[in-house]
């Protein structure tokens, strides 16, 4: 077990989600080994016990469009290799210009995509719980495009690149599967950027200036 808190980010490597946020000491700002130990042994029993009793962040994942049609095996496989991401309020879970490493899937509480611009952040979006954040720098592999915020307490569930190699060597067909969404997403993403664009320059348009855009006749 590996736990990290320092910084701005507290993240505990357990293949679990939800409920790590709670194991979150808020007088000590620390976690209680105790606890988290407690916590392994529950999590360790449901993979040597019933068969049936699949991994807790399961329904998550299938309800996020990157991870569509992939295996539930494909799915716990990567479920066991991720690790919960927990940011108090007013936290980062990263930084614009930082190396992107890692996917994120909020799982509790609620985060701000900002943009830096001219010494000032600007809002992008809200994210709500089982929304997926972090996905575009792994496929360009340039440094993050955006901050993310925690507005409120918040925990994600955080799959690394690492993982994902693992998954490629693992089950390709799967993995290409998983690359095929994510290529969708941050399609349907640009689209919706694209549509955006349009609208505020059509409508920044005004009588004593040149349209942005020429309407056909």
């Known amino acids: 077990m590996a736990v990290q808190n320092g910084g701005s980010l507290s993240v505990v490597s357990l293949p679990i989600c939800g409920i790590c946020a709670t194991l979150r000491n808020e007088e000590r700002g620390d976690w209680d080994r105790a606890e988290i130990s407690a916590f392994i042994r529950l999590s360790d029993n449901r993979y040597t016990g019933d068969s049936l009793?699949?991994?807790p962040c399961l329904e998550l994942l299938q309800k996020i469009s990157v991870f569509g049609a992939l295996s539930t095996d494909t799915l716990d496989f990567l479920l066991q290799r991720?690790?919960?991401a927990?940011?108090?309020?007013?936290?980062y879970f990263f930084r614009e210009g930082d190396q992107a490493q890692s996917i994120y899937m909020l799982e509790t509480g609620r985060v701000a995509v900002l943009k830096h611009w001219q010494g000032r952040d600007y809002l992008l979006q809200h994210l709500e719980p089982g929304a997926c954040?972090?996905?575009m720098a792994l496929m360009?592999?340039?440094?993050?495009?955006a901050s993310v915020l925690a507005k409120t307490d918040s925990s994600a569930l955080k799959i690394s690149t690492a993982a994902?190699?693992?998954l490629y060597q693992h089950d390709l067909e799967q993995f290409t599967l998983l690359q095929m969404n994510l290529g969708r997403e941050v399609s349907r993403r640009l689209r919706k950027a694209d549509e955006r664009l349009f609208h505020a320059r059509i409508t920044a348009t005004t009588?004593?200036?040149e349209p942005t855009f020429t309407p056909l006749p």
């Open 53 to 55: 009793m699949l991994h």
């Open 82 to 84: 991720a690790t919960v």
């Open 86 to 91: 927990a940011c108090s309020e007013g936290e």
């Open 133 to 135: 954040f972090g996905e």
């Open 140 to 145: 360009d592999m340039y440094p993050r495009s």
């Open 164 to 166: 994902l190699l693992e």
């Open 207 to 209: 009588a004593d200036t």
